[in-house]
């Protein structure tokens, strides 16, 4: 049996349907020698900094930047169910190949990877890279699969970025603290900024709580 898994509901319908796997189970559907199942968007994703060191719970300027020494992932809350099928699909004995149906790109190989790497999968992968949903071109498709392994620079590629776009957003909070800081010392009032800062949704609002009652006492007084 080969097992497809496919980025959406909508696109494993699809390939079902070209495929000839027509039996609908929990998560899946199969046939003519094929599982063909789905992810629903990302269900693995990079840990939080508070699960790697519980200080991080309660942010502080002296701990950033926050860069992890070995990267972790997770199951992202809400995907539990269909990750805990596909890890169970892809460890079944039946199964003798994986194929990588995610969307044809950077995000999509992401998806597909992190479910595999997560499960422990170590069966041979390939890769369906197709651009089209009509019929022909699933077949097509289905008819020139690579090896996954000849993907492995995307994947890679796709790791960076999500940790550059992880790394950068705990930055922004150091890059914040910093201007505010400056704000803060150069504002005639500094609770006049905080209701400009709450107004244009800055994060980091908590930054300075320590010195709303001096700054309030300075506007009263003032």
């Not at 992401?110 to 390939?126: D, H, N, S, T």
């Not at 995307?154 to 505010?180: D, P, V």
Request: aromatic share 10%; net charge positive.
């Amino acid at each position: 049996m080969k097992l497809v898994i496919a980025e959406k509901p909508s696109v494993a319908m699809a390939l079902a349907s070209v495929l000839g796997a027509r039996t609908r189970k929990d998560g899946y559907v199969e046939g003519n020698g094929y599982i063909v199942s789905w992810c629903v968007g990302h269900l693995v994703g990079l840990c939080d900094a508070s699960e790697y060191d519980e200080k991080y719970k309660k942010w502080r300027y002296e701990d950033l930047p926050i860069v992890p020494e070995c990267w972790r992932h997770k199951v992202l809350d809400g995907t539990k169910k269909q990750y805990g099928i596909l890890k169970k699909l892809m460890r079944d004995s039946n199964v003798d190949e994986v194929i990588c149906a995610t969307d044809a790109g950077r995000e999509g190989e992401l998806i597909f990877r992190l479910v595999y790497e997560q499960a422990g999968c170590k069966k041979p992968m390939k890769r369906l890279w197709i651009s089209s949903m009509e019929e022909q071109a699933i077949k097509d498709g289905f008819a020139s699969l690579k090896d996954g392994s000849c993907y492995d620079s995307l994947y890679q590629s796709a790791l960076c970025r999500a940790r550059e776009l992880w790394t950068r957003h705990h930055q922004k909070f150091e890059n914040i603290w910093q201007r505010g800081q400056i704000c803060w010392e150069q504002s005639d009032c500094p609770t006049q900024l905080l209701r400009q800062m709450q107004e244009q949704k800055s994060v980091l609002i908590f930054c300075f709580s320590r010195s709303v009652r001096v700054s309030q006492k300075r506007c009263q007084t003032g």
